[in-house]
């Protein structure tokens, strides 16, 4: 494990930037490109590790397994911290707690744990169902019981306000603190002024997903800051622009019989040889072999 470990670092990101953007990976290689331009933290989507990894919709489909093995991948390449979605936690109590103890030995730095049923829906579909305040509670017991790192963040994840509205949502928001979440994620908002109520009732950081296409307006980093809001998350961005150049990619090469038409949207071998140190790794190579050339 890191010497600092993961949750610090990533608590630490939280408090030194206003607000902390967070940014999407769906692999080690797109977790390496953001660090290397400079995120200060990253995420990994359930949704992104079921599209990418699995070819499957986001339907709690995936397990922990699944996700490990991604989150296992992203951090033995980068020390950025890694947010991690655990959707309801993959089960009962004593499974959410294998859960947590296995991100912590993965070395993720947080999770974020959702309100939904077992048989969740993507955050921003219609016809969600929550589960009780109570059962949300003794989720984040469970979570929170396990920890072996006291650093290592559990974030609760409401899914309320499209369903039971801005108060209920707020209510749950509140209920979780109190159970010690140690940060809010509130999914789904549409406007400033009801991210303003959440960073004003609750004590602990608040996150705003502001992903593409779906129930929340693009605001600014600086819009979101202006209501209190502490991080701000871009979940599965860049994998959809990925997605895109493909889909160019291979229809380009199908209907034309050849690749020129789209190289300006490709990166090209110096740049990926650039971004994965190549070099280092083949000096490495020389060097340790020197000796047989003699």
């Given at each position: 494990m890191s010497i600092k470990s993961p949750g610090k670092s990533f608590r630490e990101a939280v408090n030194s930037n206003s607000p902390l953007a967070v940014l999407g990976v769906i692999n080690a290689y797109s977790a390496l490109q953001a660090t290397k331009l400079g995120a200060k933290a990253i995420y990994l989507s359930g949704s992104g590790v079921a599209s990418a990894s699995y070819g499957l919709p986001d339907l709690g489909i995936v397990g922990?397994?699944?996700?490990?093995?991604?989150?296992?991948?992203?951090?033995?390449r980068v020390e950025t911290p890694l947010l991690v979605d655990v959707d309801t936690g993959f089960g009962g109590a004593f499974n959410i707690a294998r859960t947590i103890k296995e991100l912590i030995k993965a070395e993720a730095a947080a999770c974020h744990i959702e309100d939904q049923v077992a048989q969740k829906r993507c955050g921003h579909r219609p016809n969600k169902e929550l589960v009780s305040i109570a059962e949300m509670t003794d989720r984040l017991k469970a979570a929170l019981d396990a920890r072996t790192d006291e650093n290592f963040v559990i974030m609760a994840r409401t899914d309320a306000h499209a369903m039971e509205g801005q108060q209920k949502a707020l209510e749950r928001a509140l209920a979780y603190e109190a159970a010690g979440a140690d940060m809010i994620f509130a999914e789904a908002v549409h406007t400033l002024q009801e991210y303003q109520e959440y960073t004003k009732a609750l004590k602990v950081p608040v996150l705003a997903n502001i992903t593409e296409f779906g129930k929340t307006p693009y605001f600014t980093q600086s819009e979101l800051?202006?209501?209190?809001?502490?991080?701000?998350?871009y979940p599965?961005?860049?994998?959809?622009?990925?997605?895109?150049a493909a889909v160019e990619v291979f229809n380009s090469i199908i209907k034309n019989g050849h690749q020129?038409?789209?190289l300006d949207i490709m990166q090209t071998r110096e740049e990926l040889y650039q971004m994965l140190d190549y070099y280092e790794f083949e000096n490495k190579l020389e060097q340790l072999f020197a000796k047989d050339k003699k």
């Open positions: 922990l397994e699944d996700v490990l093995i991604d989150v296992r991948r992203i951090t033995s800051a202006s209501v209190g809001i502490k991080l701000v998350l599965l961005s860049a994998n959809r622009a990925m997605n895109k020129k038409d789209v």
